[in-house]
Structure formats: C-alpha cells, structure tokens
C-alpha cells in the first residue's frame, strides 16, 4: 500500500507555496533571504521526515534556527580566529 501522508519534502513545498504572496509583496532585497529560509529547511528534510511532526511548520522552524545557529557559530569561530 501506498504512502497516506504526504512527505514532509512536499509539506515544505507547499508551506512555501501558501507564503508566495508575502514573498512576493517583499522587497526585492528581502526576497532571496526568504528563500534562503526554505532552503534551510529542506537541509534538514531527512530528520524532519524522520521526526514525522504532526505540525510541518514547527519542524520547518526548527530546521531554520538550526541553519541559522550554525552559522552564527562559524561566524564566530572565524571570528575569534582573526581576533587571536
């Protein structure tokens, strides 16, 4: 038998759908960082899968504070390495 739930790759894909009118009414700068956001969130697509969330978005924002954490933590690490 078939899948009954849709995967959480196409539940991103539609989140990221449903919000194409607030990209769309950004500025343009603004724009590529929206889509940068989504672009997180599909890093993290296999553990979210994996945690199979009732609520796509929840796991899709934790995925984006996770990318976001990361890179705050490189930044910093390349920081105190000039720094030193």
Same mark, same amino acid.
């Given at each position: 038998m078939g899948r009954t739930n849709p995967t959480y790759r196409d539940q991103v894909r539609s989140i990221e759908e449903r919000w194409g009118d607030y990209r769309r009414a950004l500025r343009g700068q603004d724009q590529p960082h929206f889509d940068r956001l989504f672009e997180h969130g599909r890093q993290y697509a296999d553990a979210a899968g994996y945690q199979n969330p009732t609520d796509?978005?929840?796991?899709?924002?934790?995925?984006?504070? @996770?990318a976001q954490e990361r890179r705050i933590t =490189? @930044?910093?690490t390349q920081f105190d390495?000039? =720094?030193s």
């Open positions: 796509p978005m929840l796991a899709l924002l934790v995925s984006i504070v @996770l =490189e @930044l910093e390495e000039r =720094e």
